[in-house]
Structures are given as C-alpha cells and as structure tokens.
C-alpha cells in the first residue's frame, strides 16, 4: 500500500483496527524508549555507584527542558501535517516538514550551546551537591554537545508517525536502543568510561538512528519526502506548529520545573539518597508513561485526520478506545508497584539503604496510577484537535496548580513524606479536572451536533 493510501484510510478504515495500526509500534517504540534509558541508569547504578544514580537524578530537569523545545518542533510539526493531511493539503505537509528540520536544527544547537556554557551554574539551580555534581557535569556535557541530534531524532520520528509510517519509526527507536544497549557495555563496562560512556552511548546511537531516519524521507513517490524549497522557514507555518507544540512544550517545562522543585526538597529533607530513591521511582514509573505517550501517539494521526475532516463519530470513538487501554495500563502499572517494588529498585542498585528509600518511592509515586493514563489521553486529545488553551491548562495543572505548591506545603508538615506524597495529591487533582473539562467539552458537542442538524432539517 503506497503512502496516499495509507493516509486516506485514517477516514476510512475501523477506529479500533486504525488505533491498533499506529499505536501498537508507537507503543514498543516507547517502551524501547524507555528501556534505552533505563539501561543506562542500571549500567551507572550497578557499575559506577549510587552516588551517580543521584549525579543521574540531577539531570533529569535538563532531559525534560531540552525535551520540552524538541517536542514544541516535533509535536506540533506532526499533528500540523496530520490535519494537513486530512484536509488533501500536501504541498503545505511537505513544507511543514522542511520548517520541521530547519527549526530543529536551530533550536537544538542553539540549546546546546547556551546549556554548556553555564552548566555548573544550572546544575548547583538544579539541586547538585558537591558530591554529585562531577557525575551530572561529565554526563551533560556529552549530552549537550550532541543536542542538537538528538532534536532532529526525536523530531523526525515523530514526522514519521503523522507521514502514516509507524512502523519506521518503531523501527529507528528500537535500532537506538539496541546500539545504546551495545555501546554502554562497551563504554561503560570494556572501556571503563563511567558515566561519560552513557553519554557518548546515548549520543552515538541516535546519531545513527538519524541517518536511517532521513533516508526514509528521499523517495520521491512518497507525499512527504525531502527536496529544494522547502527549508526555508515561513511564518505562518512556524507559528502553527509552535502554537500547537506549545502545550508539550510547557508540559515539558513543567516537568523541569517540578524536577528542580522536586531534588531540591529531597535534598533539604533527605539528603542525596533521596534523589536517587527518586531517580529510580522516576524511572520505573516512566516505563508506564511511555505506554501511554506510545498510545497517544497512535491516536494523533487518527484524531487530528478525522477532525481536519469533520467525522466527529470517529473522533470520539478513537478517544474513548484509547482511554480504556490507558486506564488498563496504568492499572497494571500499581499492581506492579505496590507487589513487587523491591524488585524494581534491586535493578538498580545493591546499597540497601538506596533500596529501601526507593520501594518506598515507587510505591508513593504510583498510588494514583490507575487515573493518570485518563488525564494524559485528555490532555493530548485536546491538543490533536487543536484546542491549545485547553491542552496547556490540562499540562500545567498537574504541576503548576498542583504539585508544586504541594511540594512547597506538605514538607512543612510531614517532612520527607510530605514530599512523596505531593506526586499522588497532584496527580488525583489534575485528573478530576481533566473529567470536568472533558465532560463539559461533550456536552457542548453533542449540543452542536443537534443544532446542525435541526438546521439541516
């Protein structure tokens, strides 16, 4: 099946059958994600020390802010050349595309440059000690200079998916995690790098992955694919993926911004220990996370085609599909941390101390599970269609309204737990808001369903 046709059955083709079709390689896309990521903090923790685990945790907020501009180009181009697509409107998807590596590659060298030049200074902002600070500087660093591949790599297999290739891009994210795995044994463990090595893993093998990613793109025949004219930035084109890639965006900055909130309070009330129970909770409870962002990823091309073309039917249907799968997910994910938490933090450390303060951590952090995957398919929904306000309220409400000041309040009170359990409070608060607006936003579909109709009549 060419390209043209794969796209055109997003309107056609079963809800069900089409959510399974792009979210299921999404879906291990994320989950290879997430274990590229994990594997490294498992090689640092087991072979350089929990000391580096917490030097890891640190640099968590600067993962998530150069995340947030990548997901602002990413994001915001792919749900643009959805909806293009859905409207039969080409020309424009293929100039999003090259609007789409242009801003990648300004923002991600720009970022990198910048972050290096004042990294000891962010890093002390970020909650570093003198302890930990060595490990954060020697893996940022690396990371930093290789930034701006690591933009266009995210970037492009997002394109990827909205170009109806979610296999290819299932693909180049299991190739990097497969070269990660690889290269931190050689780094790390033959070559005795320390966390440099992940570093330099990480970077390598997106680089590679990039490469195959861009060849994807030059065959003519396909409605995408890269040529003359289409690089050169235009205006209006900038300020439709940045204003859709704005929720993400801030999203993103928001998780920053809590991090910080997050290992400075660990670090006042329990010292550097508690960042890496942290770091480690944070940890398994992405794995869960990517689930879900693989799914939201699987409902983007299929929601943002069927708004572009009116079949509000479908619409809502590939909505509560991937609510039900979510809500699934995220029920197995406290099952799991509430059953067997010792055994996720063993992966990665044998400090008995780091253990116990981890099993407590994965167990705090995950206890309103079973509602998060709800609020997160909310939140993207709202931004597949385009309803931006609505998307960046629902993305900073979880930690500008809620956690944060939690994090501010609740250690006054119950010291280090007080910090744990600001996560679960955030997280029951923002999905009982995402139910309201969701709820609020349906009733006034249907609402003007029934007046066109009566129009109609």
């Given at each position: 099946?060419?390209?043209?046709?794969?796209t055109l059955?997003l309107?056609?083709?079963?809800?069900?059958?089409?959510?399974?079709?792009?979210?299921?390689?999404?879906?291990?896309?994320?989950?290879?994600?997430?274990?590229?990521?994990?594997?490294?903090?498992?090689?640092?923790?087991?072979?350089?020390?929990?000391?580096a685990?917490?030097?890891?945790?640190i640099?968590?907020?600067?993962?998530?802010?150069?995340?947030?501009?990548?997901?602002?180009?990413?994001i915001?181009?792919?749900?643009?050349?959805?909806?293009?697509?859905?409207?039969?409107?080409?020309?424009?998807?293929?100039?999003?595309?090259?609007?789409?590596?242009t801003?990648?590659?300004?923002?991600?060298s720009?970022?990198?440059?910048?972050?290096?030049?004042?990294?000891?200074?962010?890093?002390?902002?970020?909650?570093?000690?003198?302890?930990?600070?060595?490990?954060?500087?020697?893996?940022?660093?690396?990371?930093?200079?290789?930034?701006?591949?690591?933009?266009?790599?995210f970037?492009?297999?997002?394109?990827?998916?909205?170009?109806?290739?979610?296999?290819?891009?299932?693909?180049?994210?299991?190739?990097?995690?497969?070269?990660?795995?690889?290269?931190d044994?050689?780094?790390?463990?033959?070559?005795?790098?320390?966390?440099?090595?992940?570093?330099?893993?990480t970077?390598?093998?997106?680089?590679?992955?990039?490469?195959?990613?861009?060849?994807?793109?030059?065959?003519?025949?396909?409605?995408?694919?890269?040529k003359?004219?289409?690089?050169?930035?235009?205006?209006?084109?900038?300020?439709?993926?940045?204003?859709?890639?704005?929720?993400?965006?801030?999203?993103?900055?928001?998780?920053?911004?809590?991090v910080?909130?997050?290992?400075n309070?660990?670090?006042?009330?329990?010292?550097d220990?508690?960042?890496?129970a942290?770091?480690?909770?944070?940890?398994?409870?992405?794995?869960?996370?990517?689930?879900?962002?693989?799914?939201?990823?699987?409902?983007?091309?299929?929601?943002?085609?069927?708004?572009?073309?009116?079949?509000?039917?479908r619409?809502?249907?590939?909505?509560?599909?991937?609510?039900?799968?979510?809500?699934?997910?995220?029920?197995?994910?406290?099952?799991?941390a509430?059953?067997?938490?010792?055994?996720?933090?063993?992966?990665?450390?044998?400090?008995?101390?780091?253990?116990q303060q981890a099993?407590?951590?994965?167990?705090?952090?995950?206890?309103?599970?079973?509602?998060?995957?709800?609020?997160?398919?909310v939140?993207?929904?709202?931004?597949?269609?385009?309803?931006?306000?609505?998307?960046?309220?629902?993305?900073?409400?979880?930690?500008?309204?809620?956690?944060?000041?939690l994090?501010?309040?609740?250690?006054?009170?119950?010291?280090l737990?007080?910090?744990?359990?600001?996560?679960?409070?955030?997280?029951?608060?923002?999905?009982?808001?995402?139910?309201?607006?969701?709820?609020?936003?349906?009733?006034?579909?249907k609402?003007?369903?029934?007046?066109?109709?009566?129009?109609?009549?």
């Open positions: 099946m060419d390209n043209k046709s794969a059955e309107g056609t083709k079963p809800v069900g059958k089409l959510l399974v079709q792009y979210a299921f390689p999404a879906i291990i896309a994320m989950i290879a994600a997430s274990l590229y990521n994990i594997i490294d903090r498992i090689f640092i923790g087991q072979i350089v020390g929990p000391m685990i917490s030097g890891l945790a640099t968590f907020p600067f993962i998530n802010l150069g995340a947030a501009f990548g997901a602002a180009v990413g915001g181009a792919s749900t643009s050349i959805s909806v293009k697509l859905g409207q039969r409107d080409y020309k424009t998807a293929e100039n999003i595309l090259g609007n789409t590596i801003l990648n590659l300004i923002i991600g720009s970022f990198g440059i910048i972050c290096l030049i004042f990294l000891d200074p962010i890093l002390r902002f970020f909650g570093a000690s003198d302890a930990t600070i060595p490990y954060a500087r020697s893996f940022m660093k690396v990371i930093l200079a290789g930034n701006v591949i690591s933009h266009m790599y970037g492009m297999n997002a394109v990827l998916r909205a170009a109806s290739k979610p296999r290819q891009a299932m693909t180049a994210t299991i190739f990097t995690v497969l070269m990660n795995i690889v290269l044994f050689i780094f790390i463990r033959l070559w005795g790098w320390g966390i440099r090595g992940a570093a330099f893993a970077v390598l093998s997106q680089a590679l992955a990039l490469c195959w990613q861009m060849k994807q793109f030059t065959n003519k025949d396909e409605i995408l694919h890269l003359r004219g289409i690089y050169r930035l235009k205006r209006h084109l900038v300020e439709n993926i940045i204003s859709i890639g704005i929720s993400p965006f801030l999203m993103n900055v928001c998780a920053c911004i809590v910080i909130f997050m290992n309070q660990l670090v006042r009330y329990g010292g220990m508690a960042v890496g942290f770091g480690i909770a944070y940890s398994i409870a992405m794995i869960f996370v990517m689930f879900i962002i693989g799914l939201d990823q699987g409902m983007q091309p299929i929601a943002g085609y069927n708004y572009g073309s009116q079949q509000n039917d619409l809502m249907r590939v909505l509560k599909l991937t609510i039900f799968a979510a809500t699934g997910i995220m029920v197995t994910a406290w099952l799991i509430h059953l067997a938490p010792q055994y996720c933090a063993r992966m990665f450390t044998t400090d008995p101390e780091l253990i099993i407590k951590a994965i167990k705090i952090n995950m206890m309103m599970y079973p509602i998060v995957g709800f609020q997160m398919v939140t993207n929904f709202f931004q597949c269609i385009g309803k931006v306000k609505i998307s960046i309220f629902l993305s900073l409400s979880r930690q500008l309204l809620f956690l944060i000041p994090l501010i309040i609740l250690p006054n009170f119950f010291d737990d007080g910090v744990w359990a600001s996560l679960p409070s955030s997280d029951f608060l923002a999905s009982l808001v995402a139910a309201i607006i969701l709820v609020t936003y349906m009733r006034r579909m609402k003007q369903l029934v007046n066109n109709q009566n129009s109609e009549t």
